[in-house]
């Protein structure tokens, strides 16, 4: 996007810019999706559990599309795949080859420690697709709307998008 398109959407946006803006400003092309910039740089990529990274693209692309919160949640069940979700209790399957077992062991501990801090947050760690949609939008990057017309239906927020640390206490 140019600097004027920037300018012209904060504008219009009050600084505020969505998935949904995007889409309805003809911004975002045919079976694409957009990501925060700032996702990875404000740390959400490093703080948020893996099925929320996973999903993330998806969510954007399904907004983008017109479904609603119901029709996303199906959408990403259907590629819901089986080790989507951590099984902390799970000890990890006799099969794997000691590098499979070396990535299955740091995926864990990666994710121990975000459930830890979710949780001293007052956060749920995700268990299932609405788990996730809903940990989204406790945080304020996805929010549910409620305009005439709208009902069931979600937005991404693209920016300006928070720092982690505004929202999940850092210890």
């Known amino acids: ?16 810019v969505t998935v949904r803006t995007l889409q309805q400003l003809g911004l975002i092309a045919t079976g694409q999706c ?15 559990p893996m099925p929320n990274v996973l999903s993330l693209p998806y969510i954007s692309h399904y907004i983008a599309s017109g479904l609603n919160k119901k029709e996303i949640i199906l959408q ?9 979700f951590i099984n902390f209790t799970a000890p990890c399957p006799p099969h794997m080859s000691s590098k499979e077992q070396d990535e299955n062991e740091l995926l864990h501990v990666r994710e121990a420690e975000i459930k830890r801090r979710l949780e001293a947050n007052h956060y749920n760690y995700p268990q299932n697709i609405l788990d996730v949609i809903n940990l989204y ?28 640390n505004m929202i999940l206490l850092v210890d």
Not at 137 to 163: A, F, W
Request: hydrophobic residues 40%; proline residues 4%; without cysteine.
């Open 1 to 16: 996007m140019s600097s004027f398109q920037n300018d012209a959407i904060s504008f219009m946006t009050n600084g505020k």
């Open 34 to 48: 957009v990501i925060p910039n700032q996702f990875y740089e404000s740390g959400w990529g490093q703080w948020l």
């Open 76 to 84: 990403l069940e259907q590629k819901d795949k089986i080790n989507t």
């Open 137 to 164: 939008i406790s945080l304020g990057l996805v929010h549910e709307i409620d305009d005439e017309g709208t009902s069931g239906m979600i937005d991404l927020l693209i920016r300006p998008l928070p720092h982690m």
